[in-house]
């Protein structure tokens, strides 16, 4: 499954509109980037974590779903092509009221969206719960087509997979797209509980109930973990990385700038595929 985070993403720039739809390229902005780079590393399902004050503005530019790249126009030796396209869900979820000012940093975004997509699938089946998941991060610029090269690997269930750049992975702080599977899961959401502060120092000698409370500014110090602290637990013994010839970390308004100016440029998938798809309602 595929994971797009967005809730709680922080640049050092401002606009009246999110960060996440800056363009990227002609009539492509940073968010559709993710959402092809998921679908062509063959993610069965796309979940963006977006909290409801942004939601519709990125359901107005996703849609519902999409489809894989690698079988949109494909022949078959059928006369009817689109029966053998291939299409991806897009599912929309928000963090949740209990985790807000706790634990809400821009990388827990990305595990409650496995959390997400986990719990969803555990409730319909448990033979269709996921056992790996890829992040793309929308302000983590590079070739997207260059997915299409590992994607076996992004799918084997054994070991994870990390693009790097300059030899640094998303541990390093860098937007850089990397998988997780349900073990690293587990233990990066127990690492970021057992680290954070909560609102009470913990109990003096001879006290059963801690009561001295922490500053404001110390309490639930995972809301400001960058993805090093939230990413540790994921495994990397075996994993394959992916050095990428050129990357931008478009938080950042000097390369996001630098970037624009450069000689590289991102190819624009054909329209149909970034299209703002959704399915006709029943009974209207």
């Not at 750049?165 to 899961?185: A, C, I, Q």
Request: net charge positive.
């Amino acid at each position: 499954m595929g994971i797009v985070p967005v809730a709680n993403l922080k640049t050092d720039y401002q606009f009246p509109t999110p960060s996440y739809i800056m363009p990227i390229a002609k009539n492509f902005v940073a968010v559709q980037k993710a959402v092809i780079e998921c679908a062509i590393a063959g993610c069965s399902t796309i979940w963006i974590v977006a909290n409801q004050d942004t939601a519709p503005i990125l359901k107005k530019v996703i849609g519902e779903y999409t489809y894989d790249p690698i079988y949109y126009n494909v022949d078959f030796g059928s006369p009817f092509v689109s029966d053998k396209r291939h299409e991806i869900p897009i599912y929309y979820t928000g963090i949740r009221d209990k985790d807000r000012h706790r634990r809400d940093s821009y990388g827990w975004s990305a595990i409650h969206g496995i959390h997400s997509a986990w719990w969803v699938s555990y409730k319909i089946s448990k033979w269709i719960i996921p056992e790996k998941y890829f992040i793309s991060f929308p302000m983590g610029i590079h070739d997207w087509k260059v997915t299409r090269k590992h994607r076996k690997i992004i799918g084997d269930r054994d070991n994870n997979y990390f693009a790097t750049y300059n030899g640094k992975t998303v541990k390093d702080n860098l937007p850089l797209s990397f998988t997780m599977r349900k073990e690293d899961f587990i233990e990066c959401r127990r690492h970021v509980n057992k680290l954070t502060t909560k609102e009470y120092y913990p109990p003096a000698e001879g006290e059963e109930m801690p009561s001295k409370r922490l500053s404001a500014e110390e309490r639930w110090s995972a809301r400001r973990f960058d993805f090093s602290i939230v990413y540790e637990k994921t495994k990397e013994e075996g994993a394959i990385r992916h050095e990428l010839e050129w990357f931008f970390d478009i938080s950042k308004w000097g390369e996001y700038t630098e970037y624009m100016g450069s000689e590289h440029t991102i190819e624009i998938p054909i329209k149909a595929l970034t299209k703002s798809r959704k399915h006709a309602k029943l009974f209207q």
